[in-house]
């Protein structure tokens, strides 16, 4: 399991496997394209604003909303770690399956500030730009270790670590961004 020692308040961990299905790691893309349906029709890009607006103008964020929120991070990255080979079981609409994510429920009225969600995503212009290098990294290293698997049946480890970082990493800059519940600026570290 990788570990983050940061006191962050969103959080990503990722159970690595010994071994791992040889053919289904082989059909993995298409397997994958049911789920992904479903996250498509759940996830329509809809869910920042509403957020944005609760804060802005009620100094507010609903616990259903956020519930409802970390609900759907918690299905994308369950759907992107299999996609990319960092788990074998096929993803849950509510069961882990070895992707744990921790995002903690902000006290709005002391924790966020009401003009803060109007300019995060210009403070994190940063992150974008790093990320894009680090999502080209992380696919070349999905297509080595696809055939990694396909040979030994493992996922490199040095590899895993690294791509579990940048999803780390990502879900740190979304929880910023785009789910709102913090406003402590994102490390720019794969690994704390």
Do not use: Q
Request: aromatic share 18%.
């Amino acid at each position: 399991m990788i570990e983050s020692n940061s006191n962050y308040p969103a959080n990503l961990k990722i159970d690595y496997s010994e071994k791992l299905n040889r053919l289904t790691s082989f059909f993995r893309v298409l397997m994958v394209i049911p789920i992904l349906i479903i996250l498509i029709l759940l996830n329509n890009g809809i869910l920042f604003i509403p957020t944005l607006l609760m804060i802005l103008f009620r100094k507010k964020y609903p616990k259903w909303w956020f519930d409802w929120n970390v609900s759907i991070t918690k299905f994308s990255f369950r759907i992107f770690s299999y996609l990319i080979l960092l788990r074998d079981e096929y993803p849950s609409t509510d069961e882990e399956h070895g992707v744990h994510i921790e995002i903690s429920y902000p006290d709005v009225k002391k924790e966020l500030k009401r003009g803060m969600p109007l300019v995060k995503w210009f403070l994190a212009i940063p992150h974008f730009f790093i990320l894009e290098f680090l999502y080209f990294a992380l696919f070349v290293c999905t297509i080595i270790a696809w055939f990694a698997i396909l040979f030994t049946g493992n996922y490199p480890r040095g590899m895993f670590d690294f791509v579990a970082g940048v999803m780390r990493w990502s879900l740190r800059v979304s929880v910023y961004n785009s789910l709102l519940t913090t406003d402590k600026y994102p490390p720019f570290s794969l690994y704390e």
